[in-house]
C-alpha cells in the first residue's frame, strides 16, 4: 500500500460546480499537508498549505485535514475552466520537508 | 516560476550516454530537490541537497548522481542512461526560513532515452 493515495481521475465537472478532491495516507506520522495544482507541461505550483487538522480557506478553494481519518480534502467552489489542471496532494512528517509525498495527482477538467 | 530555471527544457539521448541537467535558482534557498514524474507514479524524489556539498538520496537514486558547488546550482546526472529514465525531470527549492516543507518547482526537463 503506497504511503498517500489519491483517486487519478479524470474528473469532468461544469463551470460553477463545487469540485472535490482528496487523498488518503497512511503515516500517523505526518503533519504538514499541501495542495499543488500543475497545468499541462508545466511544474507544480503551490496551491494551499495546512498544519494539522482544521480548515483554511483562500478565495475559492478551501482545503481541510482530518488526522483521525486520515484524510484530507480541497473544495473548489464556483470552478472555473482555467481551475481545468492536474492536483497534487503531499505531506511531509516535519517541518524541514525534505521528505515530501506526493500522491499521483487528479485531472479535474471543467467546461464552460 | 519562484525563480527557478531548468535546463536543457528537452532532451533526446541514446542509450549509455551520460546526461547532466542544470538547475539554477535566484532565490538563495538552502534546499535543493530533483524529481521525476511518470505516468502511474506521480512525483518522486531522486535526490535532494540541504547546502553547499550536502547532498542524501531519495526513494528512487539508483542510477543518478548530484553535485552542489555553489548554493545557486545543483546538477543532476545520469552516468549511463536507460530507457527506463525516460521521464519528465523537476527541480524544486525551499527555504531554511520558516516553513522549509513548501517547496516551489521549476518548469521541468523533458527527456528521451532511446
Known amino acids: 500500500q503506497k504511503e498517500v493515495e489519491q483517486d487519478p481521475g479524470p474528473l469532468s465537472v461544469p463551470e460553477g460546480a463545487i469540485v472535490s478532491l482528496n487523498c488518503t495516507y497512511s503515516n500517523s506520522a505526518f503533519q504538514y499537508f499541501m495542495w499543488y495544482r500543475q497545468y499541462s507541461r508545466k511544474g507544480p505550483e503551490l496551491l494551499m498549505y495546512?498544519?494539522?487538522?482544521g480548515n483554511k480557506e483562500d478565495g475559492r478553494f478551501t482545503a481541510q485535514v482530518d488526522k483521525s481519518s486520515k484524510y484530507i480534502s480541497l473544495f473548489i467552489r464556483d470552478s472555473q475552466p482555467s481551475d481545468s489542471a492536474t492536483y497534487l496532494c503531499?505531506?511531509?512528517?516535519?517541518?524541514?520537508?525534505?521528505?515530501?509525498?506526493f500522491g499521483k495527482g487528479t485531472t479535474l477538467s471543467v467546461s464552460s | 516560476d519562484a525563480g527557478i530555471t531548468q535546463s536543457p527544457r528537452h532532451k533526446v539521448t541514446e542509450t549509455g550516454t551520460p546526461v547532466t541537467l542544470r538547475c539554477h535558482q535566484t532565490e538563495n534557498h538552502r534546499y535543493m530537490y530533483w524529481y521525476r514524474q511518470d505516468p502511474g507514479h506521480g512525483l518522486r524524489l531522486i535526490h535532494y541537497?540541504?547546502?553547499?556539498?550536502?547532498?542524501d538520496k531519495g526513494e528512487v537514486s539508483d542510477g543518478y548522481s548530484v553535485s552542489r558547488s555553489k548554493t545557486e546550482d545543483f546538477l543532476l546526472t545520469l552516468e549511463s542512461a536507460t530507457s527506463s529514465q525516460t521521464s519528465v525531470y523537476f527541480c524544486a527549492i525551499s527555504s531554511d526560513r520558516g516553513s522549509s516543507y513548501e517547496q516551489y518547482f521549476g518548469p521541468g526537463t523533458r527527456l528521451t532515452v532511446t
Open positions: 503531499a505531506m511531509t512528517i516535519n517541518q524541514a520537508g525534505t521528505a515530501l509525498i
Open positions: 495546512t498544519y494539522s487538522s
Open positions: 541537497s540541504y547546502g553547499v556539498k550536502d547532498t
